[in-house]
């Protein structure tokens, strides 16, 4: 609810000056309170040159884009807005990725009282992604160890260069697909087994509570134009 909250934020808060608050927080709170502050922090280093780019590309080009229909903004300030705005979402992407565990979002969701076989679905999802992941650098090391070169040439070549890297990912993500169903059809998994749900806490419901009221006020404030 943290992550989905700051991303509508995000898209929904139009002034520098909020958006440079809220990166300025969620910054504060990801590199001096989380725990997996080091995975942030390398996350975001790499991420510098995109922020760059966003920067620039806004600056000089936002006269083509619909963002000018907000209007009392220069290139410059257009620039900041639009690359606090990417740096508050892929820091909020870096923490939920870092902090929330696909069995806890299953948890989480249930507490919604979301259909087990969602839930079960969207974390065996997120699951794959990582083993697709660790496929990818394991296959991309070997292929270069090989004395295969991917970014050396044209585009076109170097695109041709990843058709090595990409075929046996393909297969082997093909290959842990089957024997994850495999799995689970020798464990007899079944969807309609009751698994007792989570429940929220009072703390739980407080922060969601306080996100739904951001969210809210920001909306009836931005986009709406009540308060």
């Known amino acids: 609810m943290g992550f989905a909250s700051i991303v509508a934020l995000a898209f929904i808060c139009k002034d520098i000056l909020?958006?440079?608050?809220?990166?300025?927080?969620?910054?504060?709170?990801?590199?001096?309170?989380?725990?997996?502050?080091?995975?942030?922090?390398?996350?975001?280093?790499?991420?510098?040159?995109?922020?760059?780019?966003?920067?620039?590309?806004?600056?000089?080009?936002?006269?083509?884009?619909?963002?000018?229909?907000?209007?009392?903004?220069?290139?410059?300030?257009?620039?900041?807005?639009?690359?606090?705005?990417?740096?508050?979402?892929?820091?909020?992407s870096l923490n939920?990725?870092?902090?929330?565990?696909?069995?806890?979002?299953?948890?989480g969701l249930e507490a919604f009282r979301i259909p087990y076989r969602a839930a079960f679905l969207l974390s065996l999802t997120l699951r794959h992604v990582y083993t697709v992941a660790d496929d990818?650098?394991?296959?991309k090391e070997a292929q270069m160890?090989?004395?295969?070169?991917?970014?050396?040439?044209?585009?076109?070549?170097?695109?041709?260069?990843?058709?090595?890297?990409?075929?046996?990912?393909?297969?082997?993500?093909?290959?842990?697909?089957?024997?994850?169903?495999?799995a689970m059809e020798l464990k007899n998994f079944s969807f309609k087994r009751r698994r007792v749900a989570s429940r929220l806490k009072l703390m739980d419901a407080i922060l969601i509570g306080a996100f739904a009221a951001a969210v809210a006020l920001a909306a009836l404030h931005y986009l709406v134009g009540v308060l």
Do not use: C, H
């Open 18 to 92: 909020v958006i440079g608050l809220l990166a300025a927080v969620a910054a504060a709170t990801s590199l001096f309170l989380s725990s997996e502050r080091e995975f942030v922090r390398t996350g975001l280093k790499s991420m510098i040159p995109l922020l760059a780019v966003a920067f620039l590309l806004w600056s000089f080009a936002y006269k083509w884009s619909i963002f000018q229909q907000y209007g009392g903004y220069s290139g410059f300030e257009v620039g900041v807005f639009m690359a606090l705005r990417l740096f508050l979402i892929l820091l909020a």
């Open 96 to 107: 939920f990725v870092a902090s929330v565990k696909p069995s806890e979002l299953v948890k």
């Open 136 to 139: 990818y650098r394991a296959i």
């Open 145 to 182: 160890s090989r004395g295969l070169e991917l970014d050396k040439g044209s585009l076109l070549k170097r695109i041709k260069n990843y058709v090595p890297v990409m075929t046996p990912l393909l297969v082997r993500s093909i290959e842990k697909a089957e024997e994850l169903a495999l």
